[in-house]
Nanobody, 128 residues
Framework: QVHLVESGGGSVQAGGSLRLSCAVSGATYADYCMAWFRQAPGKEREGVASMYTGNGYLYYVDSVKDRFTISRDNAKNTLYLQMTDLNAEDSGTYYC?????????????????????WGTGTLVTISS
């Protein structure tokens, strides 16, 4: 059985940093698109960063480019999202997800309904 468990969320001031982790069990996700999504209150869930595990290519939406870094530790089977220079617009619940790249792997193009596996989320709150 596949489980994705996020951790690392919390409350930080604007300009601060957080590192989110997504521990995976029950799957190796070879040749998958793994992604981080976030959902602010009252808004739709949106992809912000992704990685195609087949070649290690990384993708970001413009709003987080140069501030967020997605990475993966294969030995620990864990996906990470390092977030820096956080602002209030980054607040929300962050989810990791994985799917075969049937829709490609650009985070802005990943349909929520198409992602195969989801974690339960970790809350990030940025105060100004």
């Amino acid at each position: 059985q596949v489980h994705l468990v996020e951790s690392g969320g919390g409350s930080v001031q604007a300009g601060g940093s957080l590192r989110l982790s997504c521990a995976v069990s029950g799957a190796t996700y070879a040749d998958y698109c793994m992604a981080w999504f976030r959902q602010a209150p009252g808004k739709e869930r949106e992809g912000v960063a992704s990685m195609y595990t087949g070649n290690g290519y990384l993708y970001y939406v413009d709003s987080v480019k140069d501030r967020f870094t997605i990475s993966r530790d294969n030995a620990k089977n864990t996906l990470y999202l390092q977030m820096t220079d956080l602002n209030a617009e980054d607040s929300g619940t962050y989810y990791c997800a994985a799917s075969r790249p049937w829709h490609g792997c650009l985070p802005s193009d990943l349909p929520v309904y198409a992602m195969k596996d989801w974690g339960t989320g970790t809350l990030v709150t940025i105060s100004s």
